[in-house]
């Protein structure tokens, strides 16, 4: 039913005998109307039906009245007793019950239109929520014991809306932060404190005088769940619209924890909890958005919670836990003063002293978040160059694919089992035709000595052809074709077998960009290569190269250059293998793989890296003839090689890079980055040359463009100066002078553009120094 303002004047006489002017208001889900009495005092009139049961609006009057008697008493509404000295007053119309309440009134300005807000305000809507949770230790009321969509403690439930957010990046961002909450809090439910909280101290809720808080008004959403969770959903709307979100928080905790004291493990989960509390608002908007909701309140504070999500994946986690600490009173977590001497002397001593550390001063990452890693500083760091965590650090949905499959099932393929199957269909239709066998081992090092034995097998040749600098893994056989390390410190020489062919670089080799035939020059020393064999009476195993060059210096090959390489190398009777290692799944933009790049199929492809988001996972794919061939009698097994977590995971990671638009993510972000670093390159003469495609990109730095001398040590002085800006980005290039950006192709244009804007300014400090 309708009331108007009249019907509301009515019963207000009738059953409160209060006389008043009657204004109706908004609201979300109950009918609220302002009166004015003769006196010129203000009241709310409230209407509830059915939806609202009995027995709760009955725990939110005993409530008021518990907290009537507390110190915070004067900062909420009180209710007026009807004719029979009740508070609650049910009316029946046509068989429909109605609940009416009138509460006083407060005056004050909403937090939402408080556009200056210091640290007193701040403090004092912590103490004020501190004094009344203290106030409610003996109360109780079996209403508030209730399944309530807006309690933190049931924020999984949020997953089941997920899908209604169309926007893949905060998707993503709101997945991620609902498997954190599954991670760190969830096993922390059943020994959490729990108490009757009020649950909505949101900014439309709270009302403020001259920095202090008035009042908090609405129990409406009042529950029985982690006392926590109470201070988590101040400190959420206490950041938004905040310049500095998490000094805005540390002040709510203190001011709270002053007047009811928190325990450690309550701060250590605050962030995650104020996450979780964001992650309900959006899935919320977003389901209402999905029913073609026109309710304005459904989306209310969308945009801020969105913009809040997009902040808190950039505040580390330990610096908001050493935040909190810090202003409830508790040691901090961070030791500013450890310069990782233990843990460096035990890695010395218990782990192979070859295995290099980055940065002068280093980094101790301890989690990861999508395109951000986390020290244990607190600092947070866009990673620019981890290509390995392809679809990004911890991507929720390879996360609970590995979980889920881990959690039933893991074994050798002696067994049957549909995933190794599914993985092979689903990666081999991103394939040419022919390319339809698979074989998969646990590394790319692994992947490329198994494409080596298989082609060394069809052909009955040995001899391997590889480019100069080249680098395929770790492996014996794969140093032996990886001119880096083989023509490196510490390394062997080229064995007898391995052919080195003209790195094709564009930039500083022998043919360069003015040169359009460039790709069949460099292609003739392949030839020159297959003559000397021939002169010598042997043949070719196998032509081997990445699609785009990593280690040589993040160099697109010349155009037609594979081409004619492998259409000479066959004519040899040689196999071709594209290296996709670090190359494929999308990271070019343009193609999937690199190899389309050249218009080109080869007859071996490997694959690795992103390939499993970090799980040690690679394949090599073949064609039917050289399969065939290779099932000589000898078996060929591979313990891990398809087991079905590996195939789980892969799998995941393929329909993450389909469902969310990845390969044009990195086509567009791609673009972008290399367009800004171009305009760069004018500015600053130490960069030679920017090259790339999608988010596989190189700059090259040198001190003369002239006579191209790296710009060493200034490119080592960039890099730990782009560290100190939270950038993390590496060199590469056989004159370790290139800058190497392969971020995870889930990298935004925005992270591309404060990378541009750091390199831009370490490279101005470059020349003030």
Known sequence: MNFSENDIAQLARIHYQLDAKVKSLNGYDELNFLLTDKAGRKYIFKVATDEHKYDFLDA????????????????????LCNTEGKELTTIVIDGVNYYLRILTFIDGDFWVDVKERPDELLFDLGSFLGEMDNALKNFSHLAMHRHYVWDIQTAMDARSFLHCIKDHERRRIAAYFLLQYETEVLPFHSSLRRAYIHNDANDYNL??????????????DMVYSHLINNVAVACTYAMLNTPNPLHAAALVVKGYHEKYPLTEKEIELLYYLIAGRLCIS??????????NSDNAHHFITEKPAWDLLFKLIRINPVAAHNAFRIAAGFSPVINEDDNYEEILNERKKYIGRNLSISYKKKLKIVKGALQYLYDDKGDTYIDCVNNVSHVGHCHPVVVKAMQQQIAVLNTNTRYLNDNIVEFAKAITATLPDKLRVCYFTNSGSEANDLAIRMSRHFTRQKDIVVLDHAYHGTSTVAIEMSPYKFDGKGGFGKMPYIH???NPDLYRGQYRYNDKDAGKKYAADVKRIIGELNSEGKGVAAFICETLLGVGGQIPLPAGYLQEVYSLVREAGGICIADEVQVGFGRVGEKFWGFELQDVIPDIVVLGKPIGNGHPLAAVIVTDEIADAFNNGMEYFNTFGGNPVSMATGLAVLNVIKEEGLQRNALDTGNFLLNELSQLMKKHSIIGDVRGHGLFVGVELVKDRQTLEPAIPEIDIIVERMKEKGLLISTDGPLHNVLKIKPPIIFSRENAAELVTALDECLKGLKEH
């Open 500 to 502: 080195k062919a003209m």
């Open 207 to 220: 009302l403020v005088v001259k920095n202090r808080v008035a009042g908090l008004i609405d129990f409406g």
């Open 60 to 79: 939110q009057v005993k409530i008021v009245n518990h907290l009537s008697q507390s110190k915070v008493a004067n900062r909420l509404q009180q209710y």
């Open 282 to 291: 959006v899935t919320r908007s977003a389901y209402n958005a999905s029913l």
